[in-house]
């Protein structure tokens, strides 16, 4: 059974950080895209960032030079640090795998809620 948990979302303020992890089990972590997405109260679920399985990254606009996404595969584990974060960044964050090579195969996790409040 493919199990994506994550973890750290919080209440902060605006200019905080957080960093949300996503440990994952049940599938070969290293072989797998990672991503995060995010779905705002009135928004359609959408990529923040995702990382290779040859650990490249990429990154929405709206984030980029604050978000740093990582991945441990040691730990089975995709990191999203979020710095200078801003009241727009107010969502439930996602974790999702996906397994480039064979397509369709996609695994997502149940999201962790991320309040930026002044």
């Known amino acids: 059974q493919v199990t994506l948990a994550e973890s750290g979302g919080a209440l902060v303020q605006p200019g905080g950080s957080l960093r949300l992890s996503c440990k994952a089990s049940?599938?070969?972590?290293?072989?797998?895209?990672m991503g995060w997405y995010r779905q705002g109260p009135e928004n359609q679920r959408e990529l923040v960032a995702s990382?290779?399985?040859?650990?490249?990254?990429t990154y929405d606009g709206s984030v980029k030079g604050r978000f740093i996404i990582s991945r441990d595969n040691a730990k089975n584990t995709v990191y999203l640090q979020m710095n200078t974060l801003k009241t727009e960044d107010t969502a439930v964050y996602y974790c999702?795998?996906?397994?480039?090579?064979?397509?369709?195969?996609?695994?997502w996790g149940l999201g962790t809620q991320v309040t930026v409040f002044s």
């Open positions: 999702n795998a996906q397994l480039k090579s064979v397509p369709g195969i996609e695994y």
């Open positions: 049940g599938i070969t972590f290293s072989r797998y895209s």
């Open positions: 990382i290779s399985n040859t650990d490249a990254p």
